[in-house]
């Protein structure tokens, strides 16, 4: 009796044990990778997190078309991150990201992040060194235009009074 005892409890130990052993294995594998914005524009930087030990180990990357291949860092934990940079020419829409951990482990996020695109404002008046001459010219003949209709309003609105 006590031996079927020993043999059933040994029996539960070594199917626990087996059963856990994938699960812990699989942990090392990259898990889940997080990009952060969603939603970027080109040129803009983006932080990207992935799950797993293996993408701890030295040599492991992310990759995408919009961005150089660029190593992970280890965080904490089982997490890495890394910060890129998107191409200013990439065109807008919905982008993956490879991450390649350890020993040729990898995993793929489909429609990770999306680039958004810019619109093509040209220089449109703007200015680093403060007002140019040209915009001081414009102000000033506005103000101009403003004080000559201002009398000639109050001018007319004067005679009107008289009648």
Known sequence: ???????????????????AAPAASAWDSPSNIVALPSVIARGGQLTITVDGSSCTMAGSTVSSSVFPTTALTHVSGNTSSAKVTIDSNASPGSYDITAKCG???????????????????????SSSTGATPTDMAIGGGLVAAAVVGGGVFWMRRRSEKRI
């Open 1 to 19: 009796m006590r031996t079927t005892r020993a043999l059933a409890v040994s029996a539960a130990a070594v199917a626990v044990v087996g059963l």
């Open 103 to 125: 020993e040729n482990r990898s995993l793929t996020r489909p429609a990770a992040f999306t680039v958004i695109g810019g619109v093509r404002g040209g220089l449109g008046g």
